[in-house]
């Protein structure tokens, strides 16, 4: 069966960098479009980042444009979201979701991605 597993999450200064790891299995990871979202209390899911799976460009909220890298390794199964500036805004569970061979251009819609993991908490202080 589909699994997805992010790591990563923790708590750290405004201004201050995570990495999120999220590492697939069951699935023929390079041909699905990986995805970033999150979840703030009391907010909906929303888009974070994505990175398609034919030739890997990425897609990002403009919230986190330029402050977020969304990245994958077909080899190892991963996809990763390097966070730097983080703000206490960003605070939330971060959900990483895979949407299979979608040729698309809604990545930021949740409706795409059919697989969720169960997401890691990211708390940035001010």
């Known amino acids: 069966q589909v699994q997805l597993v992010e790591s990563g999450g923790g708590l750290v200064q405004a201004g201050g960098s995570l990495r999120l790891s999220c590492a697939a299995s069951?699935?023929?990871?390079?041909?699905?479009?990986m995805g970033w979202f999150r979840q703030a209390p009391g907010k909906e899911r929303e888009f974070v980042a994505a990175?398609?799976?034919?030739?890997?460009?990425?897609y990002y909220a403009d919230s986190v444009k330029g402050r977020f890298t969304i990245s994958r390794d077909n080899a190892k199964n991963t996809v990763t979201l390097q966070m730097n500036s983080l703000k206490p805004e960003d605070t939330a569970v971060y959900f990483c979701?895979?949407?299979?061979?979608?040729?698309?251009?809604?990545?930021?819609?949740?409706?795409?991605?059919?697989?969720w993991g169960q997401g890691t908490q990211v708390t940035v202080s001010s």
């Open positions: 979701a895979a949407a299979p061979r979608y040729t698309g251009s809604d990545y930021a819609a949740r409706t795409v991605y059919n697989y």
């Open positions: 069951g699935l023929a990871f390079s041909s699905y479009v």
């Open positions: 990175i398609s799976w034919s030739v890997s460009n990425t």
